[in-house]
């Protein structure tokens, strides 16, 4: 959710987005709904039914996951390495999850219901409610609740929890933006600790039990970001700044034991949670260990080997290659795919490349030969052929268009006559790709051979992993092609958290857009459908979708990311969650 910064990873030679924002559904493993068979039900997945996009009348307790037993010691391994764990800063898919599933309970939270998520309460008593003008969100929060410590949470913890995701120099150097753009004075206010009497508008109190907030324009899908970990209570006289983050104060089922930054963090259960205030969470293990910057092959092997912690581990990782004959065939039942949120692009800039050169890029991509040199393993992604994921509510299927099919071998000849007709043959692409990497260096060979068939010109300019995000997000890189954003996880999943992030034009300066791409109709339709409620704008979203891949045409899709998990014989209930893009965390329980 949400959870869209980028780290580099080492797919198909490009960079990816980091993997890492609720009860069981979606395709899933041992003690689901069914076990892991492979990307053919994932396919179906991907399509699912719509189904209500807002349950605001759900009650707790969640009911009990059938034969899950409370105890044992869950393990996890993240190959990433999430820049905090404060709620103020927290962006990254891996570390939301981590913290809204075990650690921070927000204003709204989902269900996964037939694959698909749900906004359901949380620490509001509802999903919250837009006045007549759309310009203020109140929501009324539970009574009874308490901290880790088993102090209480007041309404003036919110407040404060809100004040510090405006630190941008601190704690929340990594987070979201959207509080700046949505709430008034979000503008100029610098947080809490650069402007400590500061009269912030954004956020009020009324009564001992009610927030509002206001905004500066209409935004019907701001409930939906109510979500995001910058709405869990903070309370200031515990708020030790940069510190906080090792031993925070948690309103969820765990509190932190231990938080070895880049390295473990050490969870178990918090007593002072109540199960009968929330409608999704359980806390089955006794503790959870999250283990970062694992390297996910060694990982993966030592799980299906059921050695040691291994058969209480579970990996979110995408499965490596070598691994794809064993999780498909005798220990299937170990391995979970489904949809997830994610996508990723191939971006053209379109200041330096013309409409229809775009164009015979897309035919002359040689999709399969670039995926097969660089080891991807077909487990791991769909051909895309939109610019979101199909998890995303609304999402509409079209023919995909013949230069964007995301697969296939390529038509040089094609992309040659079109360059022929418009006397640019020759014309150079340049791009950065990761150097250091020998799947990486393969696939941009494949590429690399496949553009020049073409027609085209190719300077393709090595780069370490260490410096490949800084360099493709800077705008004024000297580069036309694989800048800017290399994938795309929603930030929730309705449109307005996809589209006007990708296109228009806001996200340029920090590497946040597709193409270099700006058009002043597409924003103007942009912000219409954007002030609509999310249930009639998906379909517009949908249609304007269609209409940049048709007329614009800014990057070219190229795979959607599946949500896998490998697991341990002994990790149960094993459901994929495609909002978080890994296993609904807190429905997760372990045999002794």
Same mark, same amino acid.
């Given at each position: 959710?949400?959870?869209?910064?980028?780290?580099?990873?080492?797919?198909? /030679?490009?960079?990816?987005?980091?993997?890492?924002?609720?009860?069981?559904?979606?395709?899933?493993?041992?003690?689901?709904?069914?076990?892991?068979?492979?990307?053919k039900?994932?396919?179906?997945?991907?399509?699912?039914?719509?189904?209500?996009?807002?349950?605001?009348?759900?009650?707790?307790?969640?009911?009990?996951?059938?034969?899950?037993?409370?105890?044992?010691?869950? *393990?996890?391994?993240?190959?990433?390495?999430?820049?905090?764990?404060?709620?103020?800063?927290?962006?990254?898919?891996?570390?939301?999850?981590?913290?809204?599933?075990?650690?921070?309970?927000?204003?709204?939270?989902?269900?996964?219901?037939?694959?698909?998520?749900?906004?359901?309460?949380?620490?509001?008593?509802?999903?919250?409610?837009?006045?007549?003008?759309?310009?203020?969100?109140t &929501?009324?929060?539970?009574?009874?609740?308490?901290?880790?410590?088993?102090?209480?949470?007041?309404?003036?913890?919110?407040?404060?929890?809100?004040?510090?995701?405006?630190?941008?120099?601190?704690?929340?150097?990594?987070?979201?933006?959207?509080?700046?753009? =949505?709430?008034?004075?979000?503008?100029?206010?610098?947080?809490? =600790?650069?402007?400590?009497?500061?009269?912030?508008?954004?956020?009020?109190?009324?009564?001992?039990?009610?927030?509002?907030?206001?905004?500066?324009?209409?935004?019907?899908?701001?409930?939906?970001?109510?979500?995001?970990?910058? &709405?869990?209570?903070?309370?200031?006289?515990?708020?030790?700044?940069?510190?906080?983050?090792?031993?925070?104060?948690?309103? /969820?089922?765990?509190?932190?034991?231990? =938080?070895?930054?880049?390295s473990?963090?050490?969870?178990?259960?918090?007593k002072?949670?109540?199960?009968?205030?929330?409608?999704?969470?359980?806390?089955?293990?006794?503790?959870?260990?999250?283990?970062?910057?694992?390297?996910?092959?060694?990982?993966?092997?030592?799980i299906?080997a059921?050695?040691?912690?291994?058969?209480?581990?579970?990996?979110?990782?995408?499965?490596?290659?070598?691994?794809e004959?064993?999780?498909?065939?005798?220990?299937?039942?170990?391995?979970?795919?489904?949809?997830?949120?994610?996508?990723?692009?191939?971006?053209?800039?379109?200041?330096?490349?013309?409409?229809?050169?775009?164009?015979?890029?897309?035919?002359?991509?040689?999709?399969?030969q670039?995926?097969?040199?660089?080891?991807?393993?077909?487990?791991?992604?769909?051909?895309?052929?939109?610019?979101?994921?199909?998890?995303?509510q609304? &999402?509409?299927?079209?023919?995909?268009?013949?230069?964007?099919?995301?697969?296939?071998?390529?038509?040089?000849?094609?992309?040659?006559?079109?360059?022929?007709?418009?006397?640019?043959v /020759?014309?150079?692409?340049?791009? *950065? =790709?990761?150097?250091?990497?020998?799947?990486?260096?393969?696939?941009?060979?494949?590429?690399?051979?496949?553009?020049?068939?073409?027609?085209?010109?190719?300077?393709?300019?090595?780069?370490?992993?260490?410096?490949?995000?800084?360099?493709?997000?800077?705008?004024?890189?000297?580069?036309?092609?694989?800048?800017?954003t290399?994938?795309?996880?929603?930030?929730?999943?309705?449109g307005?958290?996809?589209?006007?992030?990708?296109?228009?034009?806001?996200g340029?300066?920090?590497?946040?857009?597709?193409g270099?791409?700006?058009?002043?109709?597409?924003?103007?339709?942009?912000?219409?459908?954007?002030?609509?409620?999310?249930?009639?704008?998906?379909?517009?979203?949908?249609?304007?979708?269609?209409?940049i891949?048709?007329?614009?045409?800014?990057?070219?899709?190229?795979?959607?990311?599946?949500?896998?998990?490998?697991?341990?014989?002994?990790?149960?209930?094993?459901?994929?969650?495609?909002?978080?893009?890994?296993?609904?965390?807190?429905?997760?329980?372990?045999?002794?």
């Amino acid at each position: 959710m949400r959870l869209t910064k980028l780290a580099a990873l080492s797919a198909a /030679g490009v960079t990816a987005v980091s993997l890492a924002a609720c009860s069981s559904g979606g395709p899933s493993g041992s003690g689901g709904s069914g076990s892991g068979n492979g990307a053919k039900t994932a396919a179906a997945q991907q399509t699912n039914a719509a189904v209500k996009a807002q349950d605001p009348n759900l009650k707790g307790p969640a009911p009990e996951v059938k034969g899950a037993k409370k105890g044992g010691t869950l *393990y996890i391994d993240d190959h990433s390495n999430p820049p905090t764990m404060d709620p103020a800063g927290i962006y990254y898919i891996d570390s939301n999850a981590f913290a809204t599933q075990y650690m921070y309970r927000t204003l709204t939270q989902y269900k996964i219901v037939k694959g698909k998520p749900v906004l359901v309460p949380d620490l509001a008593e509802g999903v919250g409610t837009p006045s007549a003008d759309g310009l203020t969100w109140t &929501f009324k929060i539970r009574r009874g609740l308490k901290y880790s410590d088993g102090s209480p949470v007041k309404i003036e913890d919110f407040v404060y929890g809100m004040k510090r995701s405006f630190a941008k120099e601190s704690v929340a150097r990594n987070g979201t933006d959207y509080q700046r753009q =949505y709430l008034v004075g979000g503008k100029d206010y610098k947080g809490p =600790y650069k402007q400590p009497d500061a009269n912030f508008k954004g956020v009020t109190t009324k009564g001992d039990d009610t927030l509002v907030f206001h905004l500066v324009k209409k935004v019907p899908s701001f409930n939906y970001f109510a979500s995001f970990p910058e &709405f869990t209570p903070v309370p200031k006289a515990k708020d030790t700044k940069g510190d906080y983050q090792k031993h925070p104060l948690t309103t /969820g089922p765990y509190k932190v034991d231990s =938080y070895n930054i880049g390295s473990k963090l050490t969870l178990s259960r918090n007593k002072y949670w109540d199960p009968k205030s929330d409608p999704v969470r359980h806390a089955y293990p006794d503790k959870v260990q999250i283990n970062l910057a694992v390297t996910p092959l060694s990982s993966q092997q030592r799980i299906l080997a059921n050695s040691g912690a291994g058969s209480n581990t579970l990996s979110i990782d995408a499965i490596d290659a070598s691994l794809e004959s064993k999780v498909t065939g005798a220990q299937k039942d170990q391995f979970a795919i489904g949809p997830s949120s994610c996508e990723y692009y191939v971006n053209m800039n379109v200041n330096k490349i013309p409409l229809n050169i775009r164009k015979a890029v897309g035919y002359a991509m040689p999709w399969n030969q670039i995926r097969k040199a660089g080891g991807v393993s077909k487990l791991n992604y769909q051909p895309a052929t939109t610019y979101a994921a199909p998890s995303l509510q609304g &999402f509409k299927k079209y023919d995909p268009l013949p230069y964007a099919t995301g697969q296939g071998n390529g038509d040089p000849a094609k992309a040659k006559a079109i360059l022929k007709k418009a006397g640019k043959v /020759g014309f150079e692409l340049k791009y *950065y =790709y990761q150097g250091d990497k020998p799947q990486s260096v393969a696939a941009n060979t494949a590429r690399k051979s496949g553009l020049q068939k073409a027609g085209f010109k190719v300077k393709d300019i090595p780069v370490p992993a260490a410096e490949i995000t800084k360099k493709i997000a800077d705008p004024k890189a000297p580069v036309n092609m694989m800048n800017g954003t290399p994938g795309w996880c929603y930030d929730w999943p309705t449109g307005d958290s996809v589209y006007p992030v990708l296109f228009s034009g806001e996200g340029i300066p920090d590497g946040t857009t597709v193409g270099q791409f700006k058009n002043a109709k597409v924003n103007a339709e942009m912000d219409k459908i954007s002030a609509m409620d999310p249930t009639k704008a998906a379909p517009k979203w949908a249609a304007l979708d269609k209409e940049i891949m048709t007329k614009y045409v800014p990057g070219l899709p190229d795979r959607y990311s599946m949500n896998t998990a490998t697991f341990g014989k002994n990790v149960k209930n094993v459901a994929l969650n495609p909002i978080i893009s890994m296993p609904t965390l807190s429905q997760l329980w372990v045999t002794q």
